[in-house]
Nanobody, 123 residues
Framework: QVQLVESGGGLVQAGGSLRLSCAASGRTFSSYAMGWFRQAPGKERNFVAA????????YYAESVKGRFTISRDNAKNTVYLQMNSLKPEDTATYYCAIDERRFGSNWYEYDYWGQGTQVTVSS
């Protein structure tokens, strides 16, 4: 049974920072790519960032490039999303996910999902 548990969300003012964590269990975490997605109410789930199995390759949505950093610690079975210079438009529920076969940006390519953590950025 794969389990992903996100944490670190909250309320922050515009320009502030948050660090999200996603702890994984039930899989050989270090074998798989991981991704972060976000979904605002009434909107589709959008790609934010992805990292390959080793952490050596990452890529980002254009909207967060230069502000967000994805990283992982395979010894701790945890992936992180450092979010700086937050904007009100970053407000959403953030989800982490495992991609067992690819290193992609499409939500339907991901196999397992966490329950999400809410990020709210006030103006």
């Amino acid at each position: 049974q794969v389990q992903l548990v996100e944490s670190g969300g909250g309320l922050v003012q515009a320009g502030g920072s948050l660090r999200l964590s996603c702890a994984a269990s039930g899989r050989t975490f270090s074998s798989y790519a991981m991704g972060w997605f976000r979904q605002a109410p009434g909107k589709e789930r959008n790609f934010v960032a992805a990292i390959n199995w080793s952490g050596g390759n990452t890529y980002y949505a254009e909207s967060v490039k230069g502000r967000f950093t994805i990283s992982r610690d395979n010894a701790k079975n945890t992936v992180y999303l450092q979010m700086n210079s937050l904007k009100p438009e970053d407000t959403a529920t953030y989800y982490c996910a495992i991609d067992e076969r690819r290193f992609g940006s499409n939500w339907y390519e991901y196999d397992y999902w966490g329950q999400g953590t809410q990020v709210t950025v006030s103006s």
